[in-house]
Nanobody, 125 residues
Framework: QEQLVESGGGSVQVGGSLRLSCEVSETVYDHHCVGWFHQAPEKEREGVANIDPDGTKMYADSLEGRFTISKDAAKRTLYLQMNSLKPDDGGMYYC???????????????????WGQGTQVTVSS
């Protein structure tokens, strides 16, 4: 079974930055869409950004360009660089893979079938 391992969460002040990491297997990295998701307390999980093996990216419109998804082939790791953080950005962040598809078709969690354990982000004012 494929595993995705997130890291990089923590506490930051409003306006600060964090970089989240998601280590994946070679199979996932080379063949499947991987996305980042945010779940605020008592809210539904929502898609933030995703990237396919060809490097095509998709972002939530609400981000206003503050977050960037990227990846490093040598480390088989995907990143979410989060800048200008706001209190509403706090919550759990998950990475997930769509093991049925190569390309990313939707931003939301519906197609994603393999999930990491999540990493907590706290943004304080």
């Amino acid at each position: 079974q494929e595993q995705l391992v997130e890291s990089g969460g923590g506490s930051v002040q409003v306006g600060g930055s964090l970089r989240l990491s998601c280590e994946v297997s070679e199979t996932v990295y080379d063949h499947h869409c991987v996305g980042w998701f945010h779940q605020a307390p008592e809210k539904e999980r929502e898609g933030v950004a995703n990237i396919d093996p060809d490097g095509t990216k998709m972002y939530a419109d609400s981000l206003e360009g503050r977050f960037t998804i990227s990846k490093d082939a040598a480390k088989r790791t995907l990143y979410l660089q989060m800048n200008s953080l706001k209190p509403d950005d706090g919550g759990m962040y998950y990475c997930a893979a769509d093991l049925k598809r190569r390309h990313c078709y939707i931003l939301g969690p519906g197609y994603f079938n393999t999930w990491g354990q999540g990493t907590q982000v706290t943004v304080s004012s």
